[in-house]
């Protein structure tokens, strides 16, 4: 399912209206109509529609004269005076003042009717280009405290449908109809918290779509790439996922569990000590002074998990250096720090992912926490782009940016995957992967969504209070299972 930016909708506006001489006003029919469809369902009879200057305030305008048209009791509350509307907005403003809409210039207090039973924000949509201020500040701070439910049209107005960025106030949405595709902005966090659910409604664009575009992991892509094994394959075809164990082994062996669940062939533990976990007949074991060496006939690396103070001997060596010049694999927790002390943030090839939550990633570009948090997919697409690796940003709708600006958002997970080890268990899934043959942008979105997924089957089964970072390798043969199905795909 594909994520738009506001430019990229624009042009397929532009296209279908200029090449396939689709007039502005018939999509915007469409959309108000759809609107107007989604406000019955909700069985909403007192409906108030508050209105912008462009054409999202233009679909405001049809889905009120829709919704007179079907019965239902509904004023128009505008932010402009509908005499400077101009365009396809201006249009469908006369058809709604033909057809009687009532309808008033907002004043403050306006939306205090304690009768109203669904507010409709046709405000701002991808036109939205700068924070809100003024009567749009005042009226969208109004909507959201008034406690009546918002359906928002195609963006919540505030936020950046590109970014998903919020700079100021912006309207806390129930639901979102979205035109024709979904836009990036609502898909990644802050802006999909503001969505609520968020539907894709066909208005009739079509366009050539360029290359790379943005999408929600897709288990229907994916199913082509991974997982067919015929009877003659033997454990080396499914590749060595090696594991780099440090002095916190909990966690080295959660990723270890994690990459020999999700298939690979075999899983090796690389050690400078001993390990003292006394029977683990699932993976092998080798101990060298320098676990890279362990490694060496791997087809990834998982460097990071419990690593701990092992990290220090290992900074600045030749064999780290040479590692991650010349293999593929997984960056997390320590190990980011190990790429950070080692030389500095250097470039990878893009066989590697690193799978920093939102603090690892802000020490990385040197940025807070809470820019990161702000700003997520930018933060992505820079680190991706500094490194030269995959990035897995961690956090509800996971983000996985590609050096050359490709974006994936994976829909799976819930609150049952915050809990220690979980990442861990992250890293192995999408090492195993990468083992297994894929490329790094696949196995981490794969990797992603398979973990989220196992996260979701191991909450609905445990309850999201007392999953462990062991229930969720539990239920990846279960992920994998829905994964091949369909079922619990987004799409
Ligand atoms: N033909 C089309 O282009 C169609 C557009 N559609 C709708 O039109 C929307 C896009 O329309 P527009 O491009 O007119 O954009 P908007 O309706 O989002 O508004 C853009 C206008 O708001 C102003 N503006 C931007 N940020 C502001 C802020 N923070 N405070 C106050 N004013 C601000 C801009 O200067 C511009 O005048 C879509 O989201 C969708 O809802 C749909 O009806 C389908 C057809
Ligand atoms: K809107």
């Given amino acids: 399912m594909y994520l738009v930016t506001s430019e990229q909708m624009r042009y397929f506006d532009h296209y279908t209206i200029k090449t396939l001489k689709v007039p502005g006003i018939v999509l915007m029919d469409h959309a108000g109509k759809a609107v107007a469809e989604a406000v019955v369902k909700r069985r909403a009879k007192r409906v108030v529609v508050a ?38 907005a201006k249009l469908a403003f006369d058809m709604a003042g033909a057809a009687n809409v009532s309808w008033n210039i907002y004043q403050p207090g306006d939306l205090g009717g304690s009768s109203i039973e669904l507010l409709v924000d046709a405000l701002l949509g991808t036109g939205c280009t700068r924070p809100l201020a003024g009567v749009y500040e005042q009226i969208v701070d109004e909507m959201n405290h008034s406690g009546v439910p918002i359906l928002a049209i195609d963006v919540p107005t505030g936020i950046d449908a590109s970014t998903g960025e919020v700079k100021g106030s912006a309207i806390r949405a129930s639901e979102t109809i979205a035109m024709a595709y979904e836009k990036l902005g609502t898909a990644v966090t802050p802006g999909a918290i503001y969505s609520g659910h968020t539907h894709v409604v066909d208005i009739g664009i079509k366009a050539p779509l360029p290359e790379g575009m943005a999408s929600y992991v897709d288990p229907s892509e994916l199913r082509q790439k991974w997982g067919s094994r015929d009877a003659l394959s033997h454990k080396g075809t499914f590749g060595r996922c090696g594991i780099f164990v440090g002095h916190m082994q909990g966690a080295a062996i959660l990723a270890a569990a994690g990459a020999a669940r999700t298939g690979a062939g075999l899983v090796v533990l690389g050690t400078r000590g001993s390990i003292s976990l006394a029977v683990l007949p699932d993976y092998v074991v080798r101990q060298a002074e320098s676990p890279v060496s362990a490694l060496e006939d791997c087809q990834s690396i998982v460097v990071g998990p419990g690593l701990g103070t092992d990290l220090e001997p290992l900074v600045g060596t030749a064999s780290v250096d040479e590692m991650f010049s010349s293999k593929r694999g997984v960056v997390d927790a320590d190990g980011l720090k190990l790429l950070r002390a080692s030389n500095g943030l250097r470039r990878l090839n893009d066989g590697w992912v690193l799978t920093p939550h939102p603090k690892e990633c802000a ?11 702000r700003q997520r997919l930018t933060a992505a697409m820079q680190l991706a782009e500094r490194t030269g690796a995959i990035v897995l940003l961690k956090g509800y709708r996971t983000i996985i940016a590609t050096p050359a600006g490709e974006i994936r958002v994976n829909p799976t997970g819930n609150a049952s995957l915050a809990v220690g080890g979980s990442g861990d268990v992250l890293a192995g899934v999408i090492g195993s992967l990468i083992a297994q043959g894929l490329n790094g942008f696949d196995a981490a979105s794969l990797g992603a969504w398979i973990h989220g997924r196992a996260g979701e089957l191991a909450g609905a089964a ?19 299972v829905t994964f091949f199905d369909g079922i619990g795909a987004r799409n």
Avoid: F, M
């Fill in 363 to 373: 020490n990385l570009l040197g940025w807070t926490t809470e820019q990161v948090q």
């Fill in 462 to 480: 445990l309850t999201p209070i007392s999953t462990t970072a062991s229930d969720i390798v539990d239920y990846i043969s279960r992920a994998i």
């Fill in 51 to 88: 209105c912008g200057k462009g054409n999202n305030g233009g679909d405001g305008w049809i889905a009120a004269r829709w919704l007179q048209h079907g019965g239902c009791s509904v004023h128009v509350v505008t932010v402009v005076d509908p005499g400077n509307l101009e365009g396809d």
